[in-house]
């Protein structure tokens, strides 16, 4: 008599019973351990406290002035070549108080942000067109790859000829050194764009400004911002060049002003002072960078 299908699958349940019992017997599950968070994780808490990642990026700052400290105080180092950190920090406060320090990074700041604009505002709409085509970009390629090799220092005598003294003239130079980061960052960021994103846009209906705002321009972000982060560097570079050379006021001015005078503090303030707003620029920049890809 043929048996049912009830029964059949009533005895393969038991069989699989038993020899998952005897599966259990031989292979007897191990007891649950709670891991343990090492040593260093319970009294170095990296991830999550924001003061002591603070303190790390501190540390190689501390170390150096510690080195500036001990050269300059056991007397390796004359203190007309080099002061000690306490008699610079005594002159940077000296001309805090006096307003002379802040008048000359203002007039420093005005002329890297203005020249940085104009470099902007010229390098952002060429940069996008070039990306764009590649027969433009093949034509006027040349032409940036035979000026881009020229140190914007060296236009410094032209510039001079042509713009005299006066504010132009270091803007110009600050224009010429950031506008090649720009443009070279701009241009590689639409170029290299995925067609593959453009034609999954195009077959969902998406419109040609469509397109290009929310995934042509927003793939070439992170070129964007590394094209500006390194045309602000140049920037600043070019305005110490320039401002070396002919200027009354400004940091690069005040460096220069303390090697004429033997003033050896004075010089180490200016820089310090670059050093600082460069640094505080560098953060905001960062910081920008990280709203505008949130999305990623």
């Not at 050269?71 to 406060?93: D, F, K, N, R």
């Not at 593959?196 to 400004?209: D, E, M, N, T």
């Not at 560097?233 to 033997?262: D, H, K, P, T, W």
């Amino acid at each position: 008599m043929t048996r049912s299908c009830f029964s059949i699958k009533h005895e393969l349940a038991k069989h699989c019973e038993k020899e998952s019992a005897s599966m259990e017997n031989t292979f007897p599950s191990l007891p649950h351990k709670r891991v343990r968070p090492s040593l260093i994780r319970r009294f170095l808490p990296i991830q999550g406290k924001a003061w002591l990642r603070l303190l790390i990026r501190l540390s190689g700052l501390s170390l150096l002035l510690l080195a500036w400290g001990l050269i300059t105080g056991l007397g390796y180092v004359a203190p007309a070549q080099l002061p000690s950190p306490v008699a610079t920090l005594e002159t940077m406060s000296h001309m805090l108080g006096d307003g002379s320090l802040v008048l000359h990074a203002l007039s420093s700041l005005k002329r890297v942000f203005f020249g940085f604009g104009v470099a902007f505002a010229i390098a952002l709409p060429l940069g996008l067109m070039l990306g764009s085509s590649r027969l433009l970009r093949d034509a006027i390629n040349p032409v940036i790859e035979l000026l881009r090799p020229i140190p914007p220092l060296a236009f410094i005598s032209l510039a001079i000829l042509w713009l005299g003294i006066d504010e132009w003239s270091k803007i110009s130079i600050i224009i010429y050194g950031a506008f090649f980061p720009l443009l070279l960052n701009i241009t590689g960021g639409i170029s290299q764009v995925d067609p593959v994103h453009i034609r999954a846009a195009q077959s969902l209906g998406a419109r040609k400004l469509h397109i290009f705002w929310y995934v042509t321009l927003r793939a070439a972000i992170p070129n964007m911002m590394i094209g500006i982060r390194s045309g602000m560097g140049m920037a600043f570079i070019c305005l110490v060049g320039s401002e070396l050379i002919a200027a009354n006021e400004g940091l690069g001015f005040l460096i220069q002003e303390g090697r004429y005078m033997f003033k050896t503090d004075q010089v180490l303030v200016g820089m310090i002072t670059i050093g600082i707003i460069g640094y505080l620029i560098n953060l905001l920049l960062t910081t920008l960078e990280k709203i505008l890809l949130r999305w990623k």
